[in-house]
C-alpha cells in the first residue's frame, strides 16, 4: 500500500499490523502446544497454554483501543478504513481461537490420568495438523494482502469438516465397544469440536481479507460438511 502524506497514520496501521501478527504467533502456538499436550498427556504444557491466553486477550484489547483511537483521529476512507476495520474483526477471530485452544487445554488436564490406547487420539492429532495448516496460511495471507490465497483456505474448510465427521463417528464406536471409554472420547469429542470451530474462525479469517482487498463481501455459501447433527448411532 502507498504511504500516507501523515506518517504518523502509516505508523498506526504498521502497529495494528504487527499486533495482529503478535497474536497469530500466539495462536498458533496455543493450537499446536494444545495437540501435543493431549498427545504426551503433558499437564505442564496445557497449563502453558492456558496461562498465555491473556496476553492474546490484552493484545485484542489493545488493537481495538487503537483502531478506534486511529478513526477517531484520522477519519480514513476506503481501503484505509477497510484495513482498521479488518484489523478488528481478525483479532476477534484469532483471539476465539485462542480461547478454543485453552478449552482444549482445559480437556487434556481433566484426562490426563485416564489410560487410554494412543490411537483413539490419532483422528484428533490429524484434525489439529491441517487445521495448523489452515491457520497458518490464513495469517500469512492476511499479512502478505493475498486474496488468492485467502479464497485456497476458504475453500479448504469441508475437508476439516469431513475429517471431523469421521472422528465422530470413530468415537461413537469405541465408546459403544467398551463403555469404560465413554469419559475419554466424551472430552475427545468436544476437543474434536473445538478445533473445527477453530478451522471455522481461519475461514472468517479469510472472507475478512477478502472484503479487505477487494472491498467486496465474498459470495456463496463457504463449503460445509459437518453432517454430525444428522448422525446415528452405528450398529451393534
Known amino acids: 500500500m502507498a ?3 501523515v506518517t504518523s497514520f502509516d505508523a498506526d496501521l504498521e502497529l495494528l499490523r504487527s499486533r495482529i501478527a503478535e497474536m497469530g504467533g500466539i495462536a498458533e502456538k496455543q493450537l499446536d502446544d494444545s495437540t501435543r499436550a493431549l498427545v504426551r498427556r503433558d499437564v505442564a504444557l496445557a497449563q502453558q497454554v492456558i496461562d498465555a491466553d491473556s496476553r492474546l486477550d490484552s493484545l485484542q484489547r489493545e488493537i481495538e483501543e487503537l483502531a478506534v483511537a486511529t478513526i477517531a483521529r484520522r477519519q ?4 484505509d478504513l477497510r484495513d482498521i476495520i479488518s484489523a478488528i474483526r481478525v483479532a476477534g477471530d484469532v483471539e476465539r481461537i ?3 485452544a485453552k478449552n482444549t487445554a482445559k480437556r487434556v488436564l481433566a484426562i490426563s490420568s485416564e489410560l487410554q490406547p494412543a490411537k483413539i487420539v490419532g483422528g484428533v492429532q490429524h484434525m489439529s495438523d491441517l487445521v495448523q495448516e489452515q491457520l497458518k496460511d490464513v495469517l500469512d ?5 493475498d486474496e488468492k490465497k485467502a479464497l485456497e483456505v476458504w475453500n479448504r474448510d469441508d475437508r476439516i469438516d469431513a475429517l471431523y465427521n469421521s472422528v465422530f ?3 461413537l464406536t469405541y465408546m459403544m465397544e467398551d463403555t469404560r471409554n465413554i469419559t475419554f472420547c466424551t472430552h475427545l469429542l468436544f476437543l474434536a469440536k473445538n478445533i473445527e470451530r477453530i478451522g471455522d474462525h481461519t475461514t472468517n479469517i479469510a472472507e475478512t481479507i477478502y472484503f479487505l482487498t477487494t472491498g467486496e463481501t465474498l459470495a456463496g455459501e463457504r463449503p460445509k460438511g459437518d453432517t454430525t447433527s444428522f448422525a446415528t448411532t452405528p450398529a451393534v
Open 169 to 171: 463417528r470413530e468415537l
Open 3 to 5: 504511504e500516507h502524506i
Open 98 to 100: 485462542g480461547d478454543l
Open 141 to 145: 495471507a492476511y499479512a502478505q494482502r
Open 76 to 79: 480514513p476512507v476506503a481501503v
